[in-house]
């Protein structure tokens, strides 16, 4: 093993070289510094930080995972029917109970023979006839369950499916490497970088004071501003040869300082200042300066800031939008129970819309094609409020005679609406009754882009269907000309066109707004993002948010290097006093080992968090542990009577067997946690494992070729251990 000594250690020095200019571009990103072109251009891989260490966003979501079962349900409900009238020229009513129970009832009872597999099979290993059920058939009808191994499999897709969703989403908008794992029924979303809370608190505080010095400054008054590095919402003010406080008492008018109770005095002018600030009270204890004072952004005003961040709120938004695209017919003629008349014309006229409770009622335009077969609807209404949850309520509060069928169900959308002449219009939330069942869904999807209006050159979204979304809704406008549709994305209507004739090749155009400007092109590109990753396949409820400063991060790297150097400093002691110049061997190769792991992470682009840390602490230990047992046995075979060069050879020999099996052992722990574990448990399985690898290699090979140069020099009989 003396061989090729000198080629050994000249691969170890290059190797080392490597790995040294291999992490420099991390630390230098950490550290705020440049390198030379040279090496920032060839070392271009670089380690993350993880939320812990460089701040950003903690989003935890629950997946309603229920509510995509009985989604699931419909949708093969659905297919159902269709399957019964192609096949068999049946109708089949549906009726769908929780997430697992399905009902067919047929006018005539004799057809429940046509049930055959032919018909089923767009069900077969999803449902099965509930045999405890079976006397109804007589009755006409058949009623199906959902087993419960595939009720688990399905709501371990519905979660799978929203972490891949939610991801793709993420790459969208461009946020580098997120962190989305679940948890049971929960979809964690951890992304570094964003929403750096201190930055944004700093630079609105700045702005204010910015306002401040020059209000204050029109007086004639000499202010310098001071960084308060304790708070980033604050700043210090000083003016200069003058009572700070009284100068802004004069500036902005007794009328203007409102006193708190904790103390600070508000001020509340916000033509002037755009923002509410407060000047806050005097440390107790301290030399009182009465040329300073400190003005800090209230709490609501900290709210805001954070809340207008238009990067943060622009991805929650991509985020939680549930992208759930549906085509529904919508049905102003059909009537209401007994009444004759359809569903709103009936409630106006039994007088439910009455003064007070907010809500406008408007006859609509008629419409219908006779000649093609749609009945023409004349003086269709509609229900307007300015609040969605004002026509809810009026809903849900009807008696139950009055309520909707389950056949349909209310839509509601927004439309511009002149209250007033030579004003703006306001957005009015209005009513559409669509059947309840959607013709067309999102899934079906194939492309989304982003077009224009010729007319007004206003941004609008263009999608197209694959073959059978294309077959839909060709049958769906064809069997429907004269009849208005309504385009549903997520639960609002954004589209409600008439089918003036068939259409074939199955483009839809979703248009988002009426006046050009970046914010509607901010809304169709957003969209297409959404459309383009697929739709949730349930709801996202925010459970838990938390955005997480630099500030701390910071203080959690400071703590953690600290931790890595107290551990490295007691073992370099301990080693070099105990073991002596082979302990200093076994110091350099431990220094060279956290320099692989290091380098090992930069080139996978691993991210390093808190947890991290504590495994390349970790790492210091096992490294040693190699060395130490190595050393050991080296001692074994020297009080046996062995030469230095035997002592040598037999040591490391007989100890890669120990060190080998007692490394596998802790990396079978690694990969279990690497595997099973979320978020933080994952960050220190990856920096565990790689730890073990450099750990084996510097502790049997690095220090050996120390040993073995020593070995080849003449005369050498005793090794310092």
Not at 118 to 141: K, P, T, Y
Not at 284 to 305: H, K, N, Q, Y
Not at 389 to 417: C, D, M, Q
């Amino acid at each position: 093993m003396r061989r090729f000594v000198k080629l050994k250690a000249l691969l170890l020095l290059l190797l080392l070289s490597v790995a040294i200019l291999s992490v420099l571009p991390s630390f230098a990103q950490i550290g705020k510094f440049e390198l030379p072109p040279l090496i920032s251009e060839t070392f271009t891989r670089q380690f993350k930080l993880g939320l812990d260490l460089q701040g950003g966003l903690h989003l935890e979501y629950s997946v309603a995972v229920d509510e995509a079962l009985e989604n699931k349900l419909d949708q093969m409900a659905g297919e159902l029917e269709s399957a019964f009238k192609e096949k068999k020229d049946v109708t089949v009513q549906t009726e769908r109970k929780g997430k697992d129970t399905l009902i067919l009832r047929f006018e005539n009872p004799e057809d429940v023979k046509l049930a055959t597999e032919d018909v089923m099979a767009v069900v077969a290993g999803h449902l099965e006839r509930d045999l405890d059920a079976e006397n109804l058939e007589s009755e006409g009808i058949i009623q199906m369950k959902v087993p419960e191994e595939v009720i688990e499999d399905s709501q371990k897709a519905v979660i799978g499916q929203a972490i891949e969703t939610v991801r793709r989403r993420v790459d969208a908008m461009g946020v580098a490497e997120p962190n989305i794992y679940p948890k049971n029924r929960q979809v964690v979303i951890e992304l570094p970088g964003v929403s750096d809370t201190a930055t944004e608190l700093r630079a609105a505080a700045n702005e204010v004071s910015n306002l401040m010095i020059a209000l204050i400054n029109t007086e004639g008054i000499q202010v310098q501003p001071v960084e308060n590095r304790e708070d980033p919402g604050a700043i210090d003010m000083r003016v200069v040869d003058s009572d700070a406080r009284a100068v802004l008492e004069q500036i902005f008018g007794a009328d203007k300082l409102i006193p708190q109770d904790d103390g600070s005095v508000m001020i509340f002018d916000p033509d002037r200042l755009g923002a509410e600030v407060a000047i806050l009270p005097e440390v107790a204890g301290a030399d009182p300066d009465p040329e300073m004072v400190t003005i800090s952004l209230t709490e609501s005003a900290r709210d805001e800031v954070l809340e207008s961040s238009s990067d943060f709120r622009r991805l929650l938004k991509v985020i939680e939008r549930a992208a759930v695209l549906e085509m529904h017919m919508v049905d102003d003629e059909t009537p209401f129970k007994d009444t004759g008349k359809p569903y709103l014309r009936a409630l106006f006229d039994a007088g439910f819309v009455t003064e007070g409770l907010g809500i406008s009622v408007a006859i609509e335009d008629n419409y219908g094609k006779p000649e093609k077969g749609a009945p023409m609807v004349e003086e269709p209404i509609a229900f307007y409020a300015l609040e969605r949850e004002t026509l809810e309520r009026f809903f849900n509060s009807l008696p139950p005679e009055w309520r909707i069928p389950n056949t349909h169900k209310v839509a509601y959308g927004e439309v511009p609406w002149v209250l007033r002449r030579n004003e703006e219009p306001t957005q009015l939330w209005r009513t559409h009754i669509i059947r309840s069942r959607a013709d067309i869904t999102g899934d079906r999807i194939t492309t989304a882009n982003v077009g224009y209006k010729q007319d007004t050159n206003t941004p609008q979204v263009e999608v197209s269907f694959d073959k059978i979304g294309a077959r839909d809704f060709d049958r769906m406008s064809g069997d429907n000309i004269g009849r208005k549709m309504a385009i549903i994305m997520d639960e609002r209507v954004v589209s409600d066109p008439i089918f003036n004739e068939r259409i074939p090749n199955g483009n839809v155009v979703i248009t988002l707004g009426s006046q050009p400007g970046d914010s509607i092109r901010e809304q169709a590109n957003d969209l297409v993002k959404v459309l383009k990753s697929g739709s949730l396949p349930a709801r996202l409820n925010k459970e838990f948010e938390i955005r997480v400063g630099a500030d701390l991060g910071q203080e959690s790297v400071e703590r953690g290097f600290k931790a890595f150097l107290v551990g490295l400093g007691m073992v370099i002691v301990f080693m070099a006093i105990y073991y002596r110049r082979a302990g200093v061997i076994a110091v350099f190769a431990l220094v060279m080992n956290m320099v692989l792991v290091l380098a090992a992470m930069a080139l996978f682009q691993a991210t390093l968090t808190l947890p991290g840390i504590a495994g390349v602490v970790l790492t210091i230990g096992m490294a040693v542990d190699a060395n130490v047992i190595v050393f050991e046995r080296v001692r074994e075979f020297l009080r046996e009577g062995f030469t230095a060069r035997a002592a040598i050879e037999a040591g490391y020999d007989r100890a890669f067997t120990t060190i080998l099996d007692s490394q596998l052992t802790t990396a079978i722990a690694g990969l279990v946690l690497w595997q099973y574990g979320s978020g933080p448990i994952r960050g220190f399985a990856i920096t565990l494992l790689i730890g073990i690898a450099t750990s084996i290699f510097t502790g049997v090979f690095a220090t050996r070729v120390f040993f073995d140069w020593q070995a080849n020099r003449r005369g050498f009989d005793r090794v310092s251990i």
